[in-house]
């Protein structure tokens, strides 16, 4: 059995844990907020769940319960902002880092607070540009 399976909010319960630990990890002398995306457009649907600044780049981040499907709200988004070179998402399926998104499982969101995790999402940044 998959993580929050059988769940009809799976999906809102994914997302609130990952905010919530965003806001727990988050440096202890900043004042921790949680930013989101939301496409402008008329009859636009598309929005990333959470973003999160590494030096001057945006990371987008994308939570999903399931396997997360195509990613086309976090895909427009990175097209759409040429100065952020990945994005992250958290679900149930193991790391893995394919052309610019770096997926991790729903237990590792607190990797995001540790120095280490921070190289090497810079790393990834660098090696994007």
Not at 37 to 57: C, F, I, M, P, T
Not at 87 to 108: E, G, M, Q, T
Request: glycine residues 4%; hydrophobic residues 35%.
């Amino acid at each position: 059995m998959r993580p929050l399976e059988g769940f009809e909010n799976r999906g809102e319960i994914a997302e609130s844990f990952v905010g919530q630990e965003l806001v727990c990890y988050a440096h202890p002398e900043s004042k921790a907020e949680l930013y989101f995306w939301k496409r402008k457009e008329k009859n636009s649907s598309a929005e990333v769940d959470y973003l999160v600044q590494r030096q001057e780049h945006i990371m987008p981040i994308e939570v999903k319960s399931g396997h997360g499907g195509t990613l086309r709200s976090l895909r427009l988004f990175l097209e759409s902002h040429l100065k952020s070179n990945a994005a992250i998402r958290f679900s149930y399926l193991n790391y893995s880092v394919i052309d610019k998104l770096d997926s991790r499982p729903l237990y590792a969101v607190a990797s995001l607070a540790h120095d280490s995790q921070k190289k090497a999402l810079r790393y990834l940044v660098d090696v994007k540009n």
